[in-house]
């Protein structure tokens, strides 16, 4: 079973930047991507940005193109969110989930694994 621990949140004011952590406790062979997802209050859980698992490939919705970065340490399992030029819009809870497969959701993957949710606010 894998686990995975995010880390990083917080508030900032606008303008502001945060650095999210997702580490895992492993990634299987047939690991995809890692996904990050938004729950902003009052609204469903979203994706808006991806990474492969062997870091070929990254993916940002228009919502953060330019602001948000994912990047992997593959030695240490970890994956990173640098969020910069955080809006107040940005807030909510933010989960990373590991996709094992292939599927219908966000990226084209099934996220199988979960984190726990980091709260990030962006308030003056």
């Known amino acids: 079973q894998v686990q995975l621990v995010e880390s990083g949140g917080g508030w900032v004011q606008p303008g502001g930047s945060l650095r999210l952590s997702c580490s895992a406790s492993?990634?299987?062979?047939?690991?995809?991507?890692i996904g990050w997802f938004r729950q902003a209050p009052g609204k469903e859980r979203e994706g808006f940005a991806y990474i492969h698992t062997d870091d070929a490939f990254k993916y940002s919705d228009p919502s953060g193109r330019g602001r948000f970065t994912a990047s992997k340490d593959g030695a240490k399992n970890t994956v990173y969110l640098q969020m910069n030029s955080l809006k107040p819009e940005d807030t909510g809870v933010y989960y990373c989930?590991?996709?094992?497969?292939?599927?219908?959701?966000?990226?084209?993957?099934?996220?199988?694994?979960w984190g726990q949710g980091t709260q990030v606010t962006v308030s003056t």
């Open positions: 989930a590991l996709g094992v497969r292939y599927g219908l959701e966000f990226g084209g993957y099934g996220y199988d694994f």
């Open positions: 492993e990634f299987p062979l047939d690991s995809k991507a």
